[in-house]
């Protein structure tokens, strides 16, 4: 499957942004989704996750109550909401996916081109 992510920009502190994930090329509903940063100078981190279903979801501790995994599978489409963004969230953000029936995915084989996302503070 490929990805494209897309939606980054600038923003100020408190502002919201929508990520979205293009995938073409394999039926999308079989992939587990996730999202991905990785700011300057620090190693990349997982933000959030969702199963193929929408039914599970998985928060970093940092984005949990402000940032919304979700996805269409009938669009192709997997987003990540962000809102009352903070500095510190200044990073580039991948998007990612697994062939996964089941379960959240721990590990990723399709990844995204990234999309930047700077929150001036």
């Known amino acids: 499957v490929q990805l494209q992510a897309s939606g980054g920009g600038l923003v100020q502190d408190g502002g919201s942004l929508r990520l979205s994930c293009a995938a073409s090329?394999?039926?999308?509903?079989?992939?587990?989704l996730g999202w991905f940063r990785q700011a300057p100078g620090k190693a990349r981190e997982s933000v959030a996750a969702?199963?193929?279903?929408?039914?599970?979801?998985y928060y970093a501790d940092s984005v949990k109550g402000r940032f919304t995994i979700s996805r269409d599978n009938a669009k192709n489409t997997g987003y990540l909401q962000m809102n009352s963004l903070k500095f510190e969230d200044t990073a580039v953000y991948y998007c990612?996916?697994?062939?996964?029936?089941?379960?959240?995915?721990?590990?990723?084989?399709?990844w995204g081109q990234g999309t930047l996302v700077t929150v001036s503070s």
């Open positions: 990612a996916a697994k062939y996964k029936l089941y379960g959240l995915a721990t590990e990723y084989d399709y």
């Open positions: 969702m199963t193929r279903s929408g039914s599970s979801t």
């Open positions: 090329g394999r039926t999308f509903s079989n992939y587990a």
